[in-house]
């Protein structure tokens, strides 16, 4: 076994199992976000005023690349999740592979899409 490095290890390995892989890490990553998402939101207990100011330093431009990596990592964890829904009920098993490339470039066009709302809401147009 080779631990978490070996779960992106190209050699060898086929598009499911990288995509299997990818779905694994976005979903640790998303755990992380869940729990430190959870942890500030109790900052409402100390006060209004101190949960006012953390907002105030993490809804800035500076901020958006990392939203931005947090949404891609939620909409191809949702869209290979789906697809991993309709192989497992049986549905378009025959093009697994096309829906590999399908749910990726849906995810990378919400992505996109809403990194762009994201940029218009931070710059106030």
Request: glycine share 4%.
């Given at each position: 076994m080779k631990g978490v490095s070996g779960w992106f290890t190209l050699k060898g390995k086929s598009l499911n199992s990288l995509a299997y892989s990818f779905h694994r890490l976005t979903g640790i990553v998303l755990l992380l976000y869940l729990i430190?998402?959870?942890?500030?939101?109790?900052?409402?207990?100390?006060?209004?005023?101190?949960?006012?100011?953390?907002?105030?330093?993490?809804?800035?431009?500076?901020?958006?690349?990392?939203?931005s990596l947090l949404f891609l990592a939620t909409f191809y964890h949702a869209f290979n999740g789906l697809r991993v829904v309709l192989n497992e009920f049986g549905l378009l098993y025959e093009a697994r592979k096309a829906l590999i490339y399908l749910m990726t470039l849906l995810g990378l066009l919400f992505w996109l899409y809403s990194t762009y709302v994201m940029y218009l809401f931070l710059t106030g147009w």
């Open positions: 430190a998402h959870l942890s500030f939101l109790t900052s409402l207990r100390i006060g209004e005023e101190t949960y006012t100011a953390f907002i105030s330093t993490t809804v800035r431009l500076e901020t958006l690349p990392l939203d």
